[in-house]
Nanobody
């Protein structure tokens, strides 16, 4: 079964940058669209970025568009989220996810994803 592991979270000040990474095992990573979601305490999990299986299209939540960039390196079996100009409202647990079906485009909907990582905490102080 697929196992996803996020890394790169931490504590930063507002305006700083951070890069998250996700690696997948037990699956052919390069065949699947991938996504990044986040969840703050007491809030629903929401999509922030997703990328097609081949990296040719991406989608972003309005709240992060222009600040965050999702990318992937299929040869290295890695998914990235580059976060720029972080704000306190970006504080959340960040999760990577794998699409249920192979060769898909980027999706905004969590039901399209069948495997999830354990999450990595991002905290942005003012």
């Amino acid at each position: 079964q697929a196992q996803l592991v996020e890394s790169g979270g931490g504590l930063v000040q507002a305006g700083e940058s951070l890069r998250l990474s996700c690696t997948a095992t037990g699956v052919t990573f390069s065949r699947y669209a991938m996504g990044w979601f986040r969840q703050a305490p007491g809030k629903e999990r929401t999509m922030i970025a997703a990328i097609a299986w081949n990296g040719l299209n991406t989608v972003y939540a309005d709240s992060v568009k222009g600040r965050f960039t999702v990318s992937r390196d299929n040869a290295a079996n890695l998914l990235y989220l580059q976060m720029m100009n972080l704000r306190p409202e970006d504080t959340a647990v960040y999760y990577c996810a794998k699409a249920r079906h192979p060769f898909g485009v980027a999706s905004r909907y969590p039901t399209d994803f069948g495997s999830w990582g354990q999450g990595t905490q991002v905290t942005v102080s003012s």
